[in-house]
């Protein structure tokens, strides 16, 4: 049983802190990996919650590899958000605020993508000019998105 689930068993649907990491992944032709959500049927960036005593970087290797199959290489921190628009309401009831760390990575035209769990409905590369539209996106993704394709690396804690 992973951790949030422990703690559920305590406080139900409750607001619970979380922190939750995700990966703005990047190959050769700059398209950027978005995966389709199985539970709400939005987009986002392939990541999840860190689990008690991972580090940052465990969590991040460990999601991105569990929900895509690709093995980062030197991910970089590109944005921290929190607060109240962090806040996240799950189909099933749950509410969880995050303090999500956004991070970036080049990955190798070899990775092949490889889901080793049953999260997303799609996983794909997107370039830049064809994303989904903004009403299909998880919340703060527009805000990650907007600030890549800017090519704003100044790291910004929200």
């Known amino acids: 049983m992973d951790y949030i689930q422990s703690i559920r068993k305590f406080i139900g649907h409750d607001p619970m802190l979380s922190v939750g990491v995700c990966a703005i992944l990047e190959n050769s032709k700059g398209e950027i990996l978005l995966e389709k959500r199985h539970d709400n049927g ?3 960036l392939p ?3 860190i689990e008690l005593r991972e580090t940052a970087i465990e969590g991040l290797k460990r999601e991105i590899y569990e929900e895509t199959g690709i093995h980062l290489n030197s991910p970089e921190l590109f944005m921290v958000l929190s607060g109240e628009k962090e806040a996240f309401r ?3 009831g749950d509410v969880t605020y995050y303090v999500d760390l ?3 990575d080049k990955i190798k035209d070899s990775e092949k993508i490889n889901p080793h769990d049953q999260e997303s409905d799609h996983i794909a590369f997107y370039s830049l000019d064809s994303l989904p539209d903004e009403r299909e996106l998880l919340r703060g993704t527009k805000q990650i ?3 890549f394709i800017k090519k704003d690396f100044k790291i910004v804690v929200d």
Request: aromatic share 26%; proline share 7%; glycine share 14%.
């Open 42 to 44: 939005q987009y986002c």
């Open 47 to 49: 990541g999840g919650a």
């Open 145 to 147: 998105l907007d600030k």
């Open 102 to 104: 956004i991070f970036y």
């Open 90 to 92: 799950y189909p099933n």
